[in-house]
């Protein structure tokens, strides 16, 4: 991680990740209205867009419960403590979808640093570790699927191209590369890190998710609809809605025992 991303290879089968992949793709395609609404609100508010022809799916772990054992392995959290410090919290989980041909997205960093998001962090950032990203593998990963672009080393910036810091957010930057991986690895790195969405040349969807680790005293509650800090925070700042659902109490008890505790704090009381 000294670079600010691993790939941690071969945490889960492939006859899993081919059961999880078409469930995301299940979910990503029910939600696909109410993800078009929000982009298209998004958009209105002359933020840079999503890239066209990338589909997400929203609080993934509500509707597949499974999610939770493969998302807090102890190799994963193991590593995201080693970073982070302990009593780390899973602060979001959510499924992306690269459809054949879709667009390059911009380079960003993830949550608590992207500027177009209702909650951020204005930059300059100190140089501290605050929130570890991940990226399950549900498919292969290569430059011909759309394998991630990273900037190694982009981490250690006080900032990224979301806070209009004078650098193209689409051009080339020194030192790019994309991410490879057999589908069951696990894409880790520092949430600072910029990265940007890749075009799938394939004729099939690349299939991941999006697991965000936070240290137990990062707040969360702005991104809980309904808290103060939310209400405070995110409804008066205009930008990307990036609020995380609450997980009902039946989906939770469907949660291993040894899972449970990274995802209590959004256990819907």
């Not at 981490?155 to 490879?180: K, W």
Request: glycine share 8%; aromatic share 10%; with cysteine.
């Amino acid at each position: 991680m000294s670079e600010g991303w691993c790939v941690l290879p071969n945490l889960i089968s492939r006859t899993t990740t081919d059961l999880l992949a078409k469930a995301v793709i299940d979910q990503e395609i029910s939600q696909r209205h109410e993800w078009s609404a929000m982009v298209k609100k998004f958009n209105a508010s002359g933020q840079q867009r999503p890239p066209s022809g990338v589909g997400h799916a929203q609080a993934l772990i509500n509707y597949i419960p499974e999610l939770a054992q493969y998302a807090t392995d102890a190799r994963i959290i193991e590593l995201v403590e080693s970073i982070i410090g302990p009593s780390v919290r899973v602060s979001s989980i959510s499924g992306l979808v690269n459809y054949p041909g879709n667009e390059r997205g911009y380079w960003h960093s993830d949550w608590p640093f992207n500027q177009s998001l209702a909650t951020y962090m204005r930059a300059p950032y100190a140089d501290v570790a605050m929130q570890v990203s991940g990226i399950l593998m549900l498919t292969p990963f290569s430059p011909e699927s759309g394998g991630t672009w990273i900037v190694p080393g982009s981490h250690r910036s006080p900032t990224n191209p979301s806070n209009d810091n004078g650098v193209d957010r689409f051009a080339p930057q020194p030192g790019e590369m994309q991410v490879t991986g057999a589908a069951g690895s696990l894409l880790l790195y520092d949430s600072r890190l910029w990265h940007a969405v890749a075009t799938n040349f394939t004729d099939a969807p690349r299939v991941a998710v999006a697991i965000r680790y936070a240290p137990w005293w990062l707040n969360l509650e702005v991104r809980r609809k309904g808290s103060p800090d939310f209400h405070r925070i995110a409804e008066q700042a205009g930008g990307k809605d990036n609020s995380v659902p609450l997980i009902p109490k039946s989906v939770f008890q469907q949660f291993h025992e040894d899972a449970r505790p990274y995802f209590m704090h959004w256990l819907d009381q």
